[in-house]
C-alpha cells in the first residue's frame, strides 16, 4: 500500500510540474519603486484555470489571451516581504496545481547605484570572439550551433570565464567600464556567435557559461572597479525564441501578416511629411528575416522587456544598459521603457544606437533634446552614440591638405552642433565598434594617425569607447564581412602562438600600440578637467586643430597637428585660454613647454599638455 501511495504521490507531483513550464520573471525583488508586478505563468492549457494567491498578496489582474498557453498575472507587491509566496491554479474550484514564487532583498542601495559617466573609458568586447576561458561549453547539448574555429562566421568559444580572466588586462589598459555584445541564448543554426537574435532573455547562452557566470563576472569586475554595461535588445528577438514558437497574442510581434523588412528609414520617426506606409515600415519592419520585429506597442510585450531589463539590473548587479536599435523602436513606447528603468535608478545611464549622420537627428533621442522639444516628444534615453563623430573620425587623417570642408576643420564643425544636444558631455564617443571598419584598417596601421585619434578620442567631451584589438593594432575590412572585423583576439585560445594579454606574449607592434593607449587612458582615469571641464576650441588653422579642457582648477590645452609637415605655433592668439599659466606637460612624453616661446609640433602627431 505505501507503494502505492508513493507511486501516486511521484505521479501527482509530475503532473504538478507538468502544468507549468516557464514562470517570467522567473522571481523578484522586494522594495522596488513601482509595486506592481506582471508574472507570465506558461503551461499547456493553463489559461483554463482559475488563479489565486496568499491572503496577503494582492491579484489585481489576470489577462488571457487567444492562446491558452499563458496566463499574466499581476500583483501589488507593496506590503510583500521576503519570502516565498503560493499561486494555485483552480479548475472547477478544485486546485489542480500550485507554483512557488521567492522574492528576493535588493542589494543596499541599489536603487541609487551609480552608472558609467564621462569619467569612464568603456571596453567593447565580442564575447565569443575575447577569450575562450572554459573549453568545455564550447558546444552544447541546448544549443544548435557547434563551435568551428576554422569558419570565420561560426562559433569560436569564447565566454564568460575568458572574460573573467582577463579582466586585469582590461584594467591594465585604463578601461573602467565593459560593454559586452549580448550574452543571452541565441539559439540560431548559424552565425549565432553575435546573439542579438536571442532565443531566451532570462538565460545566458550556455556556450557562454551560465547565469551564475554572468554574476560572477559582475562581482569581480567590481573587485577591479570596473563597471558592466549589459547589450540590451528591445526591438527584436531571434526567430528560435521560445515564446515566438508560440506566440501569446498574434500581435506579439509585427504581422504584415508574416515577414515585411524594414526600409532601415529612421528619419520617418519624426518627419513631418512622411506618408503613413513609410513610417510604418521602418517601424514595424523586420531587421532581418531571421529577427522577429517585437511590438513594443502591445501593452504586454512593453511590461514584459520592462519587466526583464529591470530583473538583470538587480540580479546581476548591472551598471548600465546599451540599447542596440533604439531608434526602430515604437517611438512612444520605447520612451516608456526607460522611464520605467530610470525611474526605478534615477543615476542609471543607458546608451542608445541611434546610427545616423545628423547631428540634429541624433539629439532627438536623447533625453530633454531641444530637437524632439519641437515635437513634444521626450525619449528619455539619457546618451546617446555621436556616429557623426565617428564619421569624421574615418578619414580625416588621410586628408592632409586642409581645405574649407577637409581636414581638422571637420572635429571643429562636429562641436559646433553640440548645441543642438542637451547634455553633450554624455555622447558615446568611438573611432569604431564591431559593425563599422576598424581603425586600423582605415589607416592601414599607421601609428602615428592612431596616436591623434586616441589623443582626441581621450580628451573632448564625452564618454570614450574603444573596441578590443585596437590596443594593440588589430585591424579589419568590413568590405570582406564581418568576421574580418570581428577576428580572434591574440591569446585568448590555449593554441595561439601570440599572447597580446601579456607583455611578454606582445610583439614589439602590439607592444607600441597597447603601452601608448594605458599611458594616456590611465592617466584620463584622474582628470576631472577632462570628465567634466568646459572646452574652448580654435578654428584650425594649416590644419592644426587646438583646444583646451578647463575647470577652476586647471587646463589642459590639446595640439593635434595633421598636417604632414612640422608647423610653428605662435601663442599669441590662444591667451585667453593660456592665461597666466607659463608651461606644459606633455602627458605621454613628460616633455616640458614653454608658452612664452613658440610651440613646435612634428607631423602627423598630438600633444597633450597640462598647464603650469
Known amino acids: 500500500m505505501k507503494k502505492v501511495i508513493l507511486l501516486f504521490l511521484t505521479f501527482f507531483s509530475l503532473q504538478v510540474s507538468a502544468q507549468i513550464t516557464k514562470v517570467e520573471p522567473p522571481f523578484w525583488y522586494v522594495g522596488m519603486q513601482n509595486p506592481s508586478l506582471q508574472i507570465m505563468f506558461y503551461g499547456k492549457n493553463i489559461a483554463q484555470n482559475d488563479v489565486s494567491v496568499n491572503d496577503d498578496v494582492v491579484i489585481t489582474q489576470v489577462q488571457k489571451t487567444e492562446n491558452p498557453n499563458y496566463i499574466f498575472v499581476t500583483i501589488n507587491t507593496e506590503k510583500t516581504p521576503a519570502s516565498e509566496v503560493i499561486f494555485s491554479f483552480s479548475k472547477d474550484k478544485k486546485v489542480a496545481f500550485t507554483q512557488k514564487y521567492s522574492f528576493k532583498n535588493r542589494k543596499n542601495n541599489s536603487a541609487q547605484r551609480k552608472s558609467f559617466n564621462s569619467s569612464d573609458v568603456m571596453y567593447l568586447i565580442m564575447p565569443d ?63 549565432s556567435y553575435h546573439t542579438y537574435g536571442q532565443s531566451d532573455v532570462y538565460k545566458i547562452d550556455s556556450r557562454y557559461g551560465t547565469n551564475e557566470d554572468y554574476i560572477r563576472l559582475s562581482a569581480e569586475a567590481k573587485k577591479r572597479d570596473l563597471k558592466l554595461v549589459m547589450d540590451y535588445v528591445t526591438n527584436h528577438w531571434g526567430a528560435e525564441h ?65 519587466q526583464n531589463a529591470i530583473w538583470w539590473i538587480e540580479y546581476a548587479d548591472l551598471d548600465g544598459f546599451r540599447v542596440d536599435t533604439y531608434s526602430y523602436n515604437d517611438k512612444a513606447a520605447i520612451a516608456k ?41 521626450n525619449s528619455n534615453l539619457p546618451s546617446v552614440m555621436d556616429f557623426t563623430l565617428h564619421d569624421v573620425f574615418g578619414n580625416v587623417f588621410n586628408e592632409d591638405n586642409a581645405g574649407w570642408f577637409d581636414g581638422m576643420i571637420k572635429f571643429y564643425n562636429n562641436f559646433v552642433n553640440d548645441f543642438l544636444y542637451d547634455n553633450p558631455n554624455n555622447l558615446l564617443i568611438f573611432t569604431e565598434n564591431h559593425d563599422t571598419n576598424r581603425f586600423n584598417q582605415n589607416y592601414k596601421n599607421d601609428f602615428k594617425k592612431y596616436q591623434m585619434a586616441m589623443s582626441l578620442l581621450a580628451t573632448i567631451r564625452g564618454i570614450p569607447q574603444l573596441y578590443s584589438g585596437s590596443e594593440i593594432g588589430m585591424a579589419g575590412d568590413k568590405g570582406k564581412g564581418d568576421a574580418d572585423i570581428r577576428q580572434d583576439f591574440p591569446g585568448g585560445w590555449n593554441s595561439d602562438t601570440n599572447n597580446a594579454f601579456t607583455k611578454a606574449g606582445r610583439t614589439i607592434e602590439q607592444a607600441k600600440y597597447f603601452d601608448f593607449s594605458s599611458k594616456l587612458f590611465t592617466w584620463r582615469k584622474t582628470k576631472a578637467v577632462i570628465h567634466s571641464g568646459k572646452t574652448t576650441q580654435y578654428i584650425p588653422e594649416n590644419n592644426v586643430y587646438i583646444y583646451f579642457r578647463y575647470n577652476e582648477n586647471e587646463s589642459v590645452m590639446v595640439v593635434v597637428n595633421n598636417n604632414k609637415d612640422k608647423q610653428v605655433i605662435k601663442l599669441d592668439r590662444f591667451r585667453e585660454s593660456i592665461q597666466n599659466y607659463v608651461s606644459g606637460k606633455e602627458v605621454i612624453s613628460g616633455k616640458i613647454f614653454d608658452l612664452k616661446q613658440d610651440l613646435v609640433i612634428e607631423g602627423k602627431s598630438a600633444l597633450i599638455l597640462e598647464l603650469k
Open 129 to 191: 570572439r575575447f577569450a575562450n576561458g572554459n573549453t568545455n561549453n564550447d558546444s552544447t547539448k541546448d544549443t544548435q550551433e557547434k563551435a568551428d574555429r576554422n569558419n570565420p562566421g561560426g562559433r569560436h568559444g569564447g565566454d564568460i570565464e575568458g572574460i573573467i580572466k582577463n579582466l586585469d588586462y582590461i584594467k591594465e589598459l585604463g578601461a573602467t567600464t565593459i560593454w559586452s555584445t549580448p550574452l543571452c541564448e541565441d539559439n540560431d543554426k548559424n552565425y
Open 242 to 306: 521560445w515564446m515566438y514558437k508560440d506566440l501569446p497574442t498574434y500581435d506579439w510581434v509585427h504581422q504584415f501578416p508574416g515577414y515585411s523588412q524594414s526600409n532601415y528609414r529612421m528619419e520617418t520617426q519624426y518627419d513631418p511629411n512622411a506618408s503613413k506606409i513609410d513610417a510604418k515600415n521602418c517601424m514595424d519592419g523586420w531587421f532581418v528575416p531571421s529577427m522577429p520585429d517585437l511590438n513594443q506597442s502591445n501593452p504586454l510585450v512593453l511590461n514584459y522587456l520592462t
Open 337 to 377: 521603457w526607460t522611464k520605467s528603468i530610470t525611474d526605478e535608478y534615477p543615476n542609471f545611464n543607458i546608451v542608445g544606437e541611434v546610427w545616423m549622420h545628423d547631428q540634429a537627428q541624433i539629439s532627438y533621442w536623447q533625453k530633454n533634446s531641444p530637437i524632439s522639444k519641437i515635437q513634444s516628444y
